[in-house]
Nanobody, 128 residues
Framework: QVQLVESGGGLVQAGGSLRLSCAASRRTLSALAMGWFRQAPGKEREFVAAISRSGDTTYYADSVKGRFTISRATAKNTVYLQMNSLKPEDTAVYYC?????????????????????WGQGTQVTVSS
């Protein structure tokens, strides 16, 4: 089992930045591929970004490419999502997730069904 706890959400103006953190316990994150997803009110949960176990491979949704960066700090057992140039449409609850299955690349990194463990989420609100 893995426990994931997100933090760093909040209220920010359009054009601003936030950095989300996902801290893990009971398991070393370096053994897991990690992803960030988000869910806006009235919408389905959607993929945002993913990073491989080694950190060498990342994958992003087109809507955040060039603005968001996913990274991992092995020593801190934490994964980050740096969000820049935020837009009102980025408003959502952001979830961290861990993939304990076989390694994959590309679009398959964004498949929600691959992820075995989920955090409780952190709210991000971007005002216009």
């Amino acid at each position: 089992q893995v426990q994931l706890v997100e933090s760093g959400g909040g209220l920010v103006q359009a054009g601003g930045s936030l950095r989300l953190s996902c801290a893990a316990s009971r398991r070393t994150l370096s053994a897991l591929a990690m992803g960030w997803f988000r869910q806006a009110p009235g919408k389905e949960r959607e993929f945002v970004a993913a990073i491989s176990r080694s950190g060498d491979t990342t994958y992003y949704a087109d809507s955040v490419k060039g603005r968001f960066t996913i990274s991992r700090a092995t020593a801190k057992n934490t994964v980050y999502l740096q969000m820049n140039s935020l837009k009102p449409e980025d408003t959502a609850v952001y979830y961290c997730a861990a993939d304990d299955g076989p390694a994959t690349t590309g679009q398959r990194m964004g498949f929600m069904g691959r992820y075995d463990y989920w955090g409780q989420g952190t709210q991000v609100t971007v005002s216009s």
